[in-house]
């Protein structure tokens, strides 16, 4: 269920690129898809009942049920790499205002 | 013992020492350049696994034939590439160090995961290299689709991890040849891989960020981009069509028609454009969509000889025009008439170059051309041939104009210097494309078998 959930985040994410004129609000258009992807990667490693990947005193067996580490560390390097693009697209924003005075593409006319 | 490892730990460990001393980084850039050439010269054909762990849980490095020839053309490129510029763009050594550790990387990793992080690499660094243009928005326009053309393949990626467990190339070819999952299940996954690849590729429809990246480019930002990543993700994208995806039934189909739309609609675009940048890039789109066709086709060696030959030619084309456009502030073709009258050495390059890459003979480009549409015969793809024959007849026109005019002098006179390194480089590719044009035995010593990633599968899993 949550897979569904994660792929309309992603949906809603590129409805926003799609439809936005203005860079900041593509840039969190790019986040909410991001996001969405985080989410759907956690989820491919969720296990019913699951419990957490680490050995505990209480928690010392490998026939306990645990959920798959893996996505954990995949999406970690994921939203790492999501968190410098979207820093060095802010960059660019701040360029695109320094040199054209305004945030609305359609106001730019450079393209 | 020397490691492939070396190619991608050296310039990341130069590119963060280069940030300490801005005097020291541009030596630093040229002296990893040219050392990871001469390295690549000593490093063994092997399989390194990263950290000891065997194949499928830790990260492996693959180095065959196929990766050796992407590195010596990706590396070798991009010495070239950076020597010319690195007076004036001192300011992106350490940023350029990075680019070199992510292109080996793409072309070394066997692991899918570390792909997108290799791919991300690249590209951050490429929006970067391209912020030189001075165009902002084009640069994030080029940064919005790159992450959205990302993501897409992480989507896709991590279908396929869910249905197999595994994110090792080999393991997960491996999986899906033994498991027997209908091939109607793996659609979403690989089509969601391809366009996200195909993004970077600049495969149409997907490549609305070229126009803006190449059409203000500069020295450094469009012969990096067109020829050095264009090369390195060509043959990257390649590897995985011809191993992982393999596509057929309706997938081959829908997959095969945007390729061949991709060409025309290139060479059409190209036909219609009056500038000298707009005119190669065009011409870049469609020889991209050429090369994945044939991946696409397991036409693997014609394929890898033709992203050589237009890495080359791309490289001689991209500097001419860029310097002119430099020098004289416009890149119209009507500008640019009679650019050659006063640079002779620099036409015959120039020349010798646009030929090739339309397919004349006496190039490599003929070579290329004419064993690549033989093998699509013996494939029985002759809609495909016709199609590209149309194509080059119209990339053949417009070749044809632009160098007619750039060779005959208006009453204008313009004056672009080209200095020696310049010279040199165009006199080296010239001499290349003319000697494999004229002697090609070289080039059919080789065959599809450079790729040996199934060979490697059979060896691991088989025994």
């Known amino acids: 269920m949550i897979q569904y959930a994660a792929i309309l985040l992603m949906m809603i994410g590129l409805y926003g690129l799609l439809t936005n004129r203005n860079v900041i609000k593509i840039i969190v258009s790019l986040n909410i898809l991001e996001i969405g992807l985080n989410i759907f990667i956690i989820s491919i490693g969720f296990v019913y009942d699951g419990i957490a990947p680490i050995l505990t005193s209480t928690n010392n067996s490998s026939a306990l049920i645990f959920v798959d580490p893996l996505p954990q560390a995949l999406v970690l390097t994921a939203i790492v790499i999501g968190v410098g693009t979207t820093a060095l697209g802010l960059a660019f924003v701040k360029n695109i205002y320094s040199k054209y005075n305004t945030l609305e593409i359609d106001e730019v006319e450079e393209v | ?463």
Not at chain 2, 135 to 144: A, G, H, I
Request: proline share 3%; aromatic share 12%; net charge neutral.
């Open chain 2, 1 to 463: 013992m020397m490691s492939a490892i070396l190619l991608i730990a050296i310039p990341l460990l130069a590119a963060f020492l280069s940030i300490l001393s801005k005097k020291v980084a541009p030596v630093l850039l040229l002296l990893v350049g040219a050392a990871n050439i001469v390295l690549l010269m000593f490093i063994p054909s092997e399989i390194i696994n990263i950290g000891g762990f065997a194949l499928p849980f830790g990260i492996n490095l693959f180095l065959d034939s196929y990766a050796r020839i992407a590195l010596y053309l990706v590396n070798g490129l991009f010495f070239i590439v950076t020597l010319l510029n690195v007076a004036e763009y001192k300011k992106l050594s350490s940023i350029l160090l990075v680019a070199l550790a992510a292109l080996n990387g793409l072309l070394l990793t066997g692991d899918l995961f570390n792909l997108f992080v290799f791919l991300e690499i690249a590209g951050i660094a490429a929006y970067l290299i391209t912020s030189t243009n001075r165009k902002p928005l084009s640069t994030f326009n080029y940064l919005v689709i790159g992450t959205v053309g990302s993501s897409l393949y992480l989507f896709g990626l991590m279908i396929l991890y869910g249905m197999f467990g595994t994110l090792n190339l080999m393991d997960m070819i491996h999986e899906i040849q033994t498991a027997g999952v209908a091939y109607g299940a793996l659609i979403l996954p690989f089509f969601l891989m391809f366009i996200g690849l195909g993004i970077e590729a600049k495969l149409l429809p997907f490549n609305a960020w070229v126009k803006g990246i190449l059409k203000h480019s500069n020295t450094l930002s469009g012969p990096m981009i067109a020829s050095v990543y264009a090369a390195a993700i060509s043959l990257m994208f390649g590897r995985l069509i011809s191993n992982l995806f393999q596509f057929e039934g309706k997938l081959l189909t829908v997959v095969v028609v945007l390729l061949i739309a991709g060409v025309i609609l290139g060479e059409a675009m190209a036909f219609a454009s009056k500038k000298g940048r707009e005119i190669l890039l065009f011409s870049s789109i469609s020889q991209a969509c050429i090369t994945v066709l044939l991946f696409v086709n397991g036409i693997i060696i014609w394929a890898v000889y033709l992203v050589i030959a237009n890495a080359l030619s791309k490289l001689v084309l991209y500097l001419v025009v860029n310097k002119a456009a430099k020098d004289l502030g416009s890149d119209d073709v009507d500008d640019l008439q009679g650019l050659f009258a006063k640079n002779i050495l620099v036409g015959i390059a120039f020349t010798v170059a646009a030929l090739s890459v339309l397919g004349l003979p006496l190039f490599v480009g003929f070579v290329v051309k004419l064993n690549y549409l033989t093998q699509l015969a013996v494939a029985s793809q002759f809609v495909v041939i016709g199609l590209i024959l149309v194509a080059s007849i119209v990339e053949g026109i417009y070749f044809v104009k632009l160098l007619v005019k750039l060779w005959y002098p208006s009453e204008k006179t313009i004056n672009v210097k080209f200095n020696l390194p310049y010279k040199a480089v165009f006199a080296v590719v010239t001499l290349l494309i003319v000697l494999f044009g004229t002697y090609s035995d070289p080039l059919d010593s080789l065959d599809n078998g450079i790729d040996t990633i199934q060979d490697q599968i059979g060896v691991i899993y088989n025994g």
